[in-house]
């Protein structure tokens, strides 16, 4: 009967499904889309958590710090202490506003309480 295929040939149409799998997948040249800066979403930034909020606004500062500190790593004459300071602050002052906006009461032993009392002695020297 003709019906039956014989082992070589269901073995040849198997090796032909792989090597068509092997090939590259086909690419299309980049749209406007994917390539664009992605738009400010002001609902969602509203609805951004502590950590993502801090993370979004202090993030240039983290680059900077994060760049350096590489530099440091590789020439050891870098200094990035100022920098991490300024990230430091950055990402406390955004987790502080937003334990605030939400009344959550911060504990004067943990860090962002450490912030927040070094800003409060800042603002009475002044």
Request: glycine share 4%.
């Amino acid at each position: 009967r003709g019906e039956t295929s014989l082992p070589s040939q269901g073995a040849h149409s198997q090796s032909a499904g792989i090597s068509s799998s092997l090939s590259p997948p086909e690419t299309s040249p980049p749209t406007s889309s994917s390539t664009a800066i992605k738009k400010r979403n002001p609902a969602k930034e509203k609805d951004e958590s502590g950590y993502a909020r801090a993370q979004r606004v202090c993030r240039k500062k983290k680059r900077a710090y994060d760049a350096c500190y590489t530099a440091q790593l590789s020439s050891k004459e870098e200094d990035c202490d100022d920098l991490f300071e300024t990230y430091r602050t950055c990402f406390l002052r955004v987790i502080a506003k937003d334990m605030e906006k939400r009344g959550v009461n911060v504990s004067q032993d943990s860090m962002i309480g450490e912030y927040k009392a070094e800003t409060e002695e800042d603002d009475n020297d002044r």
